[in-house]
């Protein structure tokens, strides 16, 4: 898979709602020295509220464009960091995560989309959780629900639900470090697993990034994070490499 993972990394490759089909700015990953850093600019300072009101208009956007070949990335911090440079190509992208988002937060704002006709939509969503204290029960619960919601509104789309990500534990520097601590790296290993059974009972496709991102001891390789939480430029080429793996897969 290794090998796979590197010879997709040598291809090369927008702004949550990005057409990446007739892009005149590709990247060129095999000749790119210089890191990519997330570029969101005064989106950082929004409030949640803020946040959703871009989002839906984003999707509106999206709606009336009539986007070709859409594929929505919904979750939280990890996915609105997604630097929009490394998303594959070849497909119009409407990025719907939001900083600090929980399954349950997730679950009432997808209606935002509704509107939308994705032919794909990743959904990544859980770690918040973890960290405030919800238990399994309930985030597995949200999940189900989540899938329901999706199946039922965008019936011809192919619903991807990806793993939650390790943590990096002792490595970690994220501001909320021993709340993260708290949350043992094979609890969200076994999660995992209880999440790949749910989307097979649900009909809907799982993704596991779960081993792309750990080491030996199963934590968050540190070389693909820049706190121990969050993901750097390196960790998303990795998780771009899957995506693409995915899209060569189906």
Known sequence: MLAVMLLILRQHGTAAFVDTQNSQNQVNLATQNQELKPQLGPRHNLNYQQWLDVLKQEAEAATSE????L???????????????????????????????????????????????P???????????????VEDEQILENHRQIMKYLKKKHPKAQIVVQSILPHGDESITWEGREKLLAVPNNRIRILNQQL???????????????????????????????????????????WRSALKMWEIGE
């Open 66 to 69: 009539n986007a070709k070949n």
């Open 71 to 117: 594929t929505v990335l919904a979750g939280d911090s990890l996915s609105m960091w997604f630097p929009p440079e490394l998303l594959p190509e070849e497909k119009t992208w409407l990025n719907q995560g939001v900083s600090g988002e929980s399954s349950a937060g997730l679950l009432k704002r997808l209606k935002i989309f509704d509107r939308t006709q």
């Open 119 to 133: 032919k794909t939509i990743f959904v990544m969503i859980g770690i918040n959780d973890l960290i405030r204290g």
């Open 196 to 238: 790949q059974s749910m989307t097979k009972q649900e009909g809907v496709k799982f993704l596991n990034l779960h081993p792309l991102f750990t080491d030996r001891e199963g934590n968050l390789r540190s070389l693909l994070s820049t706190d121990g939480l969050h993901l750097n430029s390196q960790g998303y080429l990795v």
